[in-house]
């Protein structure tokens, strides 16, 4: 267990509902992550308006996974005093325009001055019927959406001094909403990519005590690859080409590469941002 989820698991009592994408209260939802410069990104790879658009969006990635519609948001963001005013507004403009894409409202948070930029981001969204990691049976297939491991890849490149394209998958992640709205019927369990397909079928995994037999090879660099923002789902085999019709709807894929199982699984990553 590494030392965040040691941390973590401080917080949880029998019935917590600390443990998915989000907490679910009712029909309402809350979910927040950070998004810390030197941590999730450095300021020479994204201009302000990417730093705030990419914030809104991984946080409401979460919302996403979790079959649920995006209602508010609260900001906590740290501004180093060397940002100008322009570049202020260009942050801002970016948490709007994502804000505004997803029909989301900002009600409030709270700013400090600091050395570095650091975003705190609450979503507030609304589901009637959740998609949560509880859920996996034993045969059930597990799959992911779309394709993965260009994230890692385009990491690297920014790492070695290279750029990447204002539309690549580590400065726009691409949400699956209209997917998993229409296909939350058939799955049994799910959660989004953030750290890696290999770390998040472990959490999977853990959360159902159950273990993992891979139908298809992974790559390491692909398996590891991390801030994917694709959907992890299982669900029964009988789904499979009902889902996959589904997918070709909203213009993506799936990719079967495991079932369930009796036992356990670790993944082999290191856990890690950049």
Known sequence: MNVENYFISTFCAAKSPIGDDGAVMGKWIFSKDLFFENIHFKRQWLTPF??????????????????????????????????????????SSGIRCAAFEYGIEIIGGDTIGNSKLDLSITIISESAHPLTRLGLKRGDVIAYTGKIGASAKQLRALLNGGKVHTKSRFVTPQLRQGFILDARRYLCCGMDISDGLFSDIEKLSRANRLGVQWDKKIPKKIGCSGEEYEMLIAFPRRHLIMLQRL??????????????????????CKSHHF
């Open 50 to 91: 990417q730093i705030g658009y990419k914030a809104m969006i991984v946080n409401i990635s979460d919302a996403i996974a979790m079959n649920a519609i995006p209602r508010y948001a609260l900001l906590g963001i740290a501004i180093p005093k060397s940002m100008s005013l322009h570049q202020m507004d260009e942050l």
């Open 247 to 268: 997918a070709a709807r909203h213009r993506t894929t799936i990719t079967p590469v495991a079932h369930a199982v009796s036992g356990s699984y670790r993944n082999r």
